[in-house]
Structure formats: structure tokens, C-alpha cells
């Protein structure tokens, strides 16, 4: 840690997608700034996505117009700034007689929708546009997809939105690509204690790093961006007297391809709706939607959240799923807002997705980011930084997050990157795709002439070795789930990571972990995980 730039202009508390984007925009406007993450940057909610970057159209239900219209906002500009992390995605949703909401009023949602859109392709790179919603027949939509029940079915409706393959890749991103304007970030280190001294203002943070070494930070303002801990930090805080944090349950499977090419959107028994989404050759199933009661830290999936899914599948398509099918299990928390004096309930699919920006009035500087969502998170960092600017003073810069892409998205296009990779490297288009699609403009270093494929998936997705060794060498890789989960993805993909160093015994993944993890005194650890 650079002592001598202390006190920060800004602690950010919180390393998942609201930290990131905090962290990335607070840092082109020039402040001086550090970023605080108890575990590993992207490891909470941001890592339990439905790996979607939507406009909500289910808001629509609730007349929140705004949100919506911010959602498909922040999705064009993300198209923009990360071009080759998303993916165009439809959205295939059958309409039945009994259907609620039936066609004529789900066309009108999506022709609302289109229109809230209506600048969805501005500047969008041609080939992630996409195109207004259509209707499909009865049997156009049985064609499309087999498995949906024939009885009672009229037709389908398909919209479109886009897929985050690997969200928890995007994130690191953004931290990243402020760290190398100059900001500062540390994962593994636990704020314990944020106080504030009333005649200088200014803000003491104390947390215990990797090593358990208690350290100090001081700063001049504080955001608590902690999601789901964020009423946990700091207890004295009274920007939670007025409202609170529920905690929404989410639980997602992975199994083997159940679908097409397109997502297919499914209702259950109580109205709700969840999604089974084509993902890297594999189905994800999800998401649960409920308040869950216990300490975040606690979170474990309850085996009932699991078998509810599964029933839900039998319900919406003409498969039955049994348990043994689920190759891989992952769920998380969702922050939501709530009014403090709101009578609690276990029905968090119905709450609102908005974001709060609070304030302490007994802490001057000290801000709380409250709910939100990863598609509207740079525009929630935007609002939040602007009082974070004006309370500071001084003549920082205004916001250009809107338009200043990420280290990994600054080329012109991916059609043109491909072809000067390929020309200058001289690998396959497959190899050169395959590292745009996971690093975009950084596949450059990625790619080496002698490289090897040190561990090969079970979807037949390859990795090598020159991108291993430089993400341990440039991306803080402190433990393996690091590395295979949050860098890489190799271990997101249904399989464990037991499997993963078994099936690679004798490649050199399995000595690049042991060699990241002895630097940094954590070898028995390392040694226990690889087997």
C-alpha cells in the first residue's frame, strides 16, 4: 500500500459489480482511491447471476417505466463498452389459453418494451443489434422448441435481450482495468471497524488482510458497497433507520443442454417465472426468488430450493428432470430495499430491483449503496459518485463511464480484431476467437506459438497455457477458486475442482496452481484442494 498518497479521497467497501463500477468511475474523474473486498473481488452476488444483461421486462407489471427504461439504457451502453463479453440472446416465451398475462396484453408489454428501447442499436457494434420482438405460431413455437407442452399452447412470443457468459470475468475487468489508471484494489482484506475523526472528517478504515494482520486506512469518504453485508458494516450507520436490506435467495442448476439456442422463459405454478438458459453447451436453470433470513455468511442451498426447481422444469416442459441430472449447483443473496416499517414477507419476486443512495447524517462522507442490479450498476456508480464529488469539492472530472470502454473492450470491432490477430500471430480462427470471446482486447497476450492446452472440459472448451500463467501473474490469484472460478470460468462450468486437476493430472495447470499459491504462503491449502 502507497502510504504516502493516504488519506484516500475514497474507500470503497465492497468488491462485487457496484464496488467495480464505484471504483472504476471515481478513478477517471481523478480521485485517489481504493477499493476493500473481504474475499475476492466477484465472489458474492455478482459471481449468482442468471448471466443476463436484461431491461427488466417483468418491472413493466409494476409500472416501474423508469427502471425499465434505465435497464435498456445501461444494456446498450455495456454492448458498447465490453463487446466481447455479451452475447445476444432471445428469449423464447410460450403463450398458452390460460396464460396471466395472456397475448394480447404480453404484446403490449413488448411493444412497450421495444419502444423504451427504441435506441437499443445506437452504436452498437452490428453484431450485437437486436432486433424488435415477433410472434411465433403454435406450431412454429413447437418447432422452435419440441419440449413445451402442446396442450392449450397458442403460440410464442421471442424477445431479445443479452447474455454475460461469465459475469464474474467482467467484474474483475473493471476493477482491473482502474487499476491500471491508477486506482488501488485489495481482495481478501475484511473491514472490521470504519470510524470518523470530527475534527479533521476524516474516515478511519480497519480491516485484516490475507495475512490476519490488522490494517488501517484513512480516507476522506467511505461508500459501503458491501450488497448483502452492507447493513453489517459499520452497525452504528443510520442510513438503515429508515430502510432495510432483504435478502432475496437465488439458486441456479447446470445440467446438460435441455434446449435450443434460444432462452426459454417458463412460468410456475404461482405466476412466477424462472428461465432455462443455453450456456456454454449446458442448460442453467433459474432463479429462486425468496427472502432468506440468515447470516449472509451462513448462506448455504437448501436442498428443497434445488427439487423445487427441478419440479418446476416438469411443470413448464415435457421433461423430468431427476437429481442426479444436476451437474453443478450455485446460488446467492440479492440485496433489495425495503422500508424499515414494511411488514415482512417471504415473497421477494414481487419487490422492487431499485437502487437507494444513502446518506449518515451523524458521518459526513460516509455514503451507502442500497439494492440495484448488474445491468444498471455503472449508472447506480455514476448517481453515486456525483454526491461523492460535490460533497468532496475540489475539481474533479464529470462522468465519462458512458463512453470510455473497459481495458478489455477498446477495439473498433471484433471482426477486425480477428483478422488482426490473424495476421500478425498466424493461429487458427477458432484459437483467436476463442480468446476475444473470454479477454477481448487482451487475447493478445494470451496467445503464444509454443502454447499448450493444459485443461480440456467436459463441453470441449480448451484452455492454455500462456492465459493461466498470465492472469496468476497480473490478476491477484490468491487461492484456486480465484482462478477457476472468477478469472477463468474454468470451474463454473458443472464440474468440480477436484474433477478439473484429476482430469489434468498430468498438465501444467495443476503445477501453475501449486506454484500461485506456494508465493503466496498458501501451499498446504493448495496441495489439500489439487489432491
Not at 75 to 82: K, S, T, V
Not at 300 to 327: C, F, M, T, W, Y
Not at 328 to 339: A, D, I, M, N, W
Request: proline content about 4%.
Amino acid at each position: 500500500m502507497n502510504e504516502a498518497r493516504q488519506p484516500f479521497d475514497l474507500i470503497i467497501v465492497g468488491g462485487g459489480i457496484s464496488g467495480a463500477c464505484l471504483l472504476w468511475d471515481s478513478t477517471l474523474r481523478g480521485m485517489n482511491v481504493l477499493l476493500l473486498e473481504k474475499n475476492d473481488f466477484a465472489s458474492g452476488t455478482t459471481q449468482a447471476t442468471s448471466k443476463l444483461i436484461h431491461g427488466g421486462l417483468r418491472y413493466l407489471k409494476n409500472f416501474e417505466f423508469g427502471l425499465v427504461r434505465e435497464s435498456l439504457r445501461e444494456r446498450r451502453i455495456l454492448a458498447r463498452l465490453a463487446p466481447h463479453s455479451i452475447r445476444p440472446m432471445p428469449f423464447l416465451h410460450p403463450i398458452y389459453k390460460n396464460s396471466k398475462p395472456g397475448r394480447f396484453v404480453f404484446a403490449i408489454g413488448l411493444w412497450l418494451y421495444d419502444l423504451l428501447s427504441f435506441d437499443r442499436n445506437r452504436g452498437v457494434p452490428r453484431h450485437l443489434r437486436l432486433p424488435r420482438h415477433r410472434w411465433l405460431s403454435r406450431q412454429e413455437a413447437l418447432q422452435t422448441e419440441p419440449s413445451l407442452h402442446a396442450d392449450g399452447l397458442q403460440g410464442a412470443y421471442v424477445y431479445y435481450d443479452y447474455q454475460n457468459v461469465n459475469p464474474e470475468r467482467l467484474c474483475c475487468d473493471i476493477i482491473f482495468s482502474a487499476v491500471e489508471r491508477g486506482a488501488q484494489a485489495q481482495n481478501y482484506t475484511q473491514v472490521k471497524e470504519i470510524s470518523r475523526d470530527p475534527l479533521s472528517g476524516i474516515h478511519t478504515v480497519s480491516g485484516l488482510n490475507s495475512d490476519g494482520a490488522m490494517v488501517n486506512f484513512r480516507s476522506r469518504s467511505v461508500i459501503n458497497a458491501a450488497g448483502p453485508w452492507a447493513d453489517m458494516i459499520g452497525r452504528a450507520d443510520s442510513s438503515f433507520a429508515k430502510k432495510r436490506i432483504v435478502r432475496s435467495m437465488g439458486i441456479h442448476l447446470i445440467t446438460q443442454n435441455l434446449v435450443g439456442e434460444q432462452t426459454v422463459v417458463l412460468h410456475r405454478k404461482d405466476g412466477s417465472h424462472f428461465f432455462i438458459v443455453p450456456w456454454r453447451n449446458y442448460s442453467l436453470i433459474g432463479t429462486t426468488d425468496s427472502v432468506y433470513e440468515g447470516h449472509p455468511d451462513q448462506f448455504k442451498i437448501p436442498e428443497s430450493e434445488i427439487q423445487g426447481l427441478l419440479d418446476d422444469v416438469a411443470h413448464g416442459l415435457n421433461i423430468k428432470l431427476k437429481r442426479s441430472d444436476v451437474l453443478s449447483v450455485y446460488g446467492g443473496l440479492r440485496p433489495l430495499v425495503e422500508e424499515s416499517r414494511a411488514v415482512k414477507n417471504h415473497d421477494s419476486y414481487s419487490k422492487s430491483r431499485k437502487t437507494e443512495i444513502e446518506t449518515d447524517p451523524g458521518r459526513p462522507g460516509y455514503f451507502s449503496v442500497l439494492g440495484g442490479k448488474y445491468t444498471t450498476s455503472r449508472h447506480l456508480a455514476e448517481q453515486t459518485i456525483d454526491r461523492v464529488a460535490e460533497f468532496l469539492g475540489g475539481t474533479f472530472k464529470p462522468c465519462v463511464t458512458a463512453n470510455t470502454p473497459l481495458r478489455t473492450g477498446d477495439f473498433e470491432s471484433q471482426t477486425i480484431l480477428k483478422q488482426k490477430l490473424f495476421l500478425e500471430k498466424q493461429y487458427s480462427r477458432r484459437r483467436i476467437e476463442t480468446m476475444i470471446s473470454r479477454y477481448g482486447l487482451l487475447a493478445e497476450r494470451m496467445l503464444s506459438p509454443e502454447d499448450k492446452v493444459v485443461a480440456t472440459l467436459d463441453n470441449g472448451e480448451e484452455y492454455f497455457g500462456t492465459e493461466i500463467a498470465t492472469i496468476l501473474k497480473t490478476e491477484m490469484v490468491r487461492n484456486p477458486s480465484d482462478l477457476l472460478l472468477r478469472r477463468t470460468g474454468l470451474g463454473t462450468a458443472g464440474q468440480s475442482f477436484e474433477k478439473i486437476l484429476e482430469t489434468n493430472r498430468k498438465a501444467r495447470i495443476r503445477l501453475a496452481l501449486r506454484a500461485a499459491i506456494a508465493t503466496r504462503k498458501q501451499y498446504s491449502r493448495a496441495v489439500r484442494i489439487a489432491g
